[in-house]
C-alpha cells in the first residue's frame, strides 16, 4: 500500500515534478488514456496527466446515464477553457445493461466495474492504441477496499489484480499517496479553479450508488431530480459533501385527500477532512423544510423526505 503523504506535509510543486517524471518514464513513447468525471480526483490526474504528456494523453468522459444532469457539456466546457480537449463517450446502453436486474451493492459496484475496465475501456483502447490508463485513485478508495468496507471501483492491485492480464492496459495512479485535502491542493497547483478542486465528492458508480436496490433509468432520474435541488440549496453550505439518496422501499403518503404510495429520499448532508471520518451537518431547520418542500413538489413520486443524522463511522458517506 501507497506510504501517505499528509496534505499539511504536501509539497505541491515537489509532487507534481515527480509525478510528472514518473509518468513520462511509464508512458514512455505511447499514447495513454484517461477518463474525466470532472471531480476533484479525475480532474486532478487530468491535468497532471497533460502536463506530463501533452497530446498523448487521450482524455474521456464516458455518458453512463448515471452522471448529474447537464454534466457532460459542464465538464467538457470547463475544461476546453483549460485547453484540454475532451471527448464524450455515449456508453449509457453498455452500463444500464450491466447495472439490469443487479440490488445488491457490492455486485452493482462489480458491474459497473466490469462494464467501465472491460467493455467501455476494452472497446475505447483498442481504438486508440492506449497502452496505459491514468487514473485518480487515492487513498481513502484503498483504505475502504481492503477494509472491506466497500469496494471502490478503481482499486485492483491492493485485490491481487494485474490490470494488464485482466483488461489488456496498465494502470497508473500518480494520486493514490493522497488523500481529498491533498488532492485539492495539488489540483489548485496545477492550475484548476476553484469550482473544480474544491468540488464536493462524487462516487465513481455515479448515481448508481444513491440508489438503494435496482438501477433502472426512470429511478435515476428521480435521484438525478432530487440530487440537483439538494446541491442547488446546499452549495454555499461550507459541507464537505451532500447528496439525495433514493430508497428502496415506497411508503405510503397522501395527495388530495387521497393515498399515494410513492418514493422516499434521504438527504446526507457531512462535514469532514478527508472522508475517513464524518458527522452530519447541523442544517438549520428551515433549510432542511426548503429542501423537502422543493423535492416534494418537484420530483414525480416523492411522498417522503428525511434526513440523515449518523456520524461516519459506523454510517458511510455514500449509501450503497
Known sequence: MAEEIRAENLDTAAFIEEKVSEIKQAVGDDLAINALSGGVDSSTVTML????????????????GL???????RVVDLFAALNVPVKVIDAKADFFEALDGVSDPEAKREAITQ??????????????????LLQGTILTDVDETVAGIKRQHNVFAQLGIDPEKTFGYSI??????????????????????AELFSRIPFPGPALAARVIGAV?????????????????????????????????????GMRNMQRDFGQQIEVRCWDSVDARKATPTRLPFETLEKIAGRILDEVPGV???TYNIASKPPSTIEAV
Open 172 to 193: 497508473i495512479e500518480p494520486l493514490i499517496s493522497l488523500r481529498k485535502d491533498g488532492v485539492r491542493k495539488v489540483g489548485q497547483a496545477l492550475g484548476l479553479p
Open 216 to 252: 433502472t433509468q426512470e429511478r435515476i432520474e428521480t435521484v438525478r431530480q432530487a440530487t440537483a435541488i439538494v446541491e442547488s440549496l446546499l452549495k454555499d453550505s461550507g459541507a464537505f459533501q451532500y447528496m439525495a439518496i433514493l430508497h428502496e422501499d415506497k411508503v405510503t
Open 67 to 73: 452522471m448529474r444532469d447537464g454534466e457532460a457539456k
Open 49 to 64: 496527466g497533460h502536463k506530463a504528456l501533452g497530446k498523448r494523453l487521450y482524455t474521456v468522459f464516458i455518458e453512463n
Open 303 to 305: 411522498v417522503s423526505v
Open 115 to 132: 462494464a467501465f475496465y472491460k467493455k467501455v475501456f476494452g472497446r475505447i483502447v483498442k481504438e486508440s492504441g492506449a497502452k496505459h
